[in-house]
């Protein structure tokens, strides 16, 4: 049966009829049409309502009581329910285009939400940018574990996102930072089509500097079989052979530089080998695609390491769209690139030669939230070829509207971010400082919007997103998320401007004028 939007000259009137009939908001944008059926989204008062409106009582296969109505003098069938799970798996079956689906080479954009009410904003973005192929569930599983949600939850939130926006051009769902095959697991069964690997577990960093002998005695003691070859066999590939990149880069790799580049990744590069294969049993005939991660590194990665890592892992039978290394500056969670932009100019077109050369594949930005430094340079080098994520910056623009809608709980969360901070940071590379950040309550109405300029305050606000959203009082209740997330919903316009405007600042300098603009 074909699904159809229902057509833009009747949708205003539509759901102006049928927010009388249900007697609640309807999402225009969500109106569909199956046969006869007509499902969409209304506002409810804890969240989206899925409704179907038929000719008969059949639902259509979703779990919902169906009862009679009058609909434009006729007599119908209408239903009403959650946005639960079951509905969703159901929706992406009646709908495709609520099914994510791979980016491949497509200029791409992570957009990470922490609270599960970002996507519309989300979309909107996207919409304003024409050309990139948008992630819009993106979630890692640390991040999951810190606020509490599942791989499933993360899906189906973008997914009731996308139906609520009409997004007919396609999304991606992108497994983030996975370190196990039971994390691989989780997110198959959830139905994830990306799945980003980070072997940091894995990277010996201690080799960056290491002395001749330390570094002969860590490549001597290489998990070799794993790795398909031997060392002498891995030493003759490499030591002493040149390779002309293209605008002007000739790369030269040295004994040293095989033996450090094996020693630091060599073990991540078996561990990388392991998940993927076992991805590929995993997910069966379904539609798959992989991200390679080694951002999160004590140190950059060379140029020649990025080549050895990148023809390892080819020869490994490992394939990937996109590979994230550790570029050469700071990438500091929620504020701009911290750095010399000449020497990361010079090091990204190193990058984005190595990638063309042995690929073509993506350059991808992790942490790229805020960067805004880089964004033109990483554009006009990269082109086409990049994938740039972002997750924080959406829990941020969150916060800046609750400030603006409820200068009270924002100070109550500003103050416990405060108390959080120094034991949040550990796991994050930032520099706020603690004493640069103003109390809460000697602040006015008016003083607490310029916070979200500061870097300080932002990052003290970043990096407690998890104890902000999993505070319990002593009877178990939510301290902060459900005041937050109903507040969100009641101004989901002013919530969904603030992120149009600041994502598409994102995405702007990546446009491809006429491409993914529906």
């Not at 939007?5 to 199956?34: C, F, G, K, M």
């Not at 899925?50 to 009862?67: F, Q, W």
């Not at 390779?243 to 095989?258: I, R, T």
């Not at 082109?383 to 200068?407: F, I, M, Q």
């Given at each position: ?25 309807v ?20 969240g989206?309502?899925l409704c ?11 779990p919902?009581a ?12 209408l ?8 509905s969703?798996?159901?929706?992406r ?5 609520c ?18 009410l970002?996507?519309?904003g989300?979309?909107r ?31 189906d939130?973008?997914m ?11 999304y991606?769902?992108d497994a ?14 959830a ?9 940091r ?11 001749i002998?330390?570094?002969?005695k ?6 070799w079989?794993r790795l ?10 490499y ?9 002007g ?19 991540a ?12 049993a ?15 590194t ?13 023809r ?6 490992v394939e990937?769209v996109?590979?994230?290394p ?6 500091e969670k ?7 932009l000449t ?7 190193w ?7 042995l690929?073509?594949y ?17 554009a ?7 994938h740039?994520?972002?997750?924080g910056t ?5 916060l ?39 109390d ?7 003083q607490?919007?310029?916070l ?27 301290v902060f ?5 109903a507040?969100?919903?009641a ?12 994502l ?15």
């Amino acid at each position: 049966m074909d699904t159809l939007p229902v057509p833009e000259n009747v949708r205003a009137a539509t759901a102006a009829d049928l927010s009388v009939l249900i007697q609640s908001a309807v999402y225009s944008a969500s109106l569909n049409q199956i046969g006869d059926a007509l499902p969409f989204l209304a506002r409810g008062p804890a969240g989206p309502l899925l409704c179907l409106l038929n000719a008969d009582s059949e639902p259509l296969g979703l779990p919902l009581a169906m009862r009679p109505v009058h609909w434009r003098g006729r007599a119908a069938w209408l239903g009403q329910g959650p946005t639960d799970h079951a509905s969703a798996v159901r929706i992406r079956e009646l709908l495709p285009f609520c099914s994510p689906v791979r980016l491949g080479t497509r200029t791409g954009a992570g957009l990470g939400d922490r609270l599960g009410l970002a996507t519309p904003g989300h979309v909107r973005a996207v919409r304003r940018v024409p050309g990139i192929m948008p992630v819009f569930a993106q979630q890692s599983i640390r991040e999951m574990e810190r606020t509490e949600r599942t791989p499933e939850q993360v899906l189906d939130d973008a997914m009731w996102g996308v139906m609520q926006e009409g997004w007919r051009s396609g999304y991606g769902a992108d497994a983030d930072h996975l370190k196990t095959t039971q994390d691989i697991d989780q997110c198959v069964s959830a139905g994830y089509v990306m799945y980003t690997f980070d072997p940091r577990d894995h990277v010996d960093n201690g080799a960056e500097g290491a002395d001749i002998a330390g570094l002969r005695k860590r490549y001597a003691a290489l998990p070799w079989a794993r790795l398909a070859t031997s060392p002498e066999q891995n030493m003759a590939r490499y030591a002493g052979e040149s390779w002309e990149l293209g605008g002007g880069h000739l790369l030269v790799m040295s004994e040293l530089d095989v033996l450090r580049a094996a020693a630091k990744y060599g073990v991540a590069l078996a561990h990388l080998r392991d998940l993927y294969e076992h991805l590929r049993a995993a997910i069966g005939g379904r539609p798959w695609e992989v991200e390679v991660s080694v951002d999160e590194t004590d140190t950059p990665t060379r140029p020649v390491e990025h080549w050895y890592i990148a023809r390892e892992l080819s020869r490994l039978g490992v394939e990937w769209v996109s590979l994230a290394p550790r570029y050469v500056g700071r990438f500091e969670k929620g504020v701009d690139y911290i750095g010399d932009l000449t020497a990361f100019e010079r090091d990204w077109g190193w990058h984005v030669a190595i990638s063309r050369a042995l690929g073509p594949y993506k350059l991808s930005l992790h942490s790229g939230s805020d960067k805004f430094r880089i964004y033109p340079i990483t554009a006009r080098l990269g082109g086409e070829l990049v994938h740039l994520k972002t997750a924080g910056t959406s829990y941020l623009e969150a916060l800046r509207t609750l400030a603006s809608v409820d200068p009270s709980l924002f100070r109550e969360i500003l103050s416990f971010s405060i108390s959080a901070y120094e034991e949040e940071r550990r796991s994050y590379h930032v520099s706020g400082e603690l004493s640069r950040v103003p109390d809460p309550e000697s602040l006015s109405d008016e003083q607490l919007i310029p916070l979200f300029d500061d870097l300080h305050a932002r990052q003290v606000l970043h990096v407690a997103f998890g104890r902000v959203l999993c505070a319990r009082d002593g009877f178990g209740r939510a301290v902060f998320r459900d005041r937050m997330v109903a507040l969100l919903r009641a101004h989901e316009e002013a919530y969904y401007r603030a992120l149009e405007d600041h994502l598409a600042r994102h995405l702007t300098p990546y446009a491809r004028p006429g491409r993914n603009d529906t």
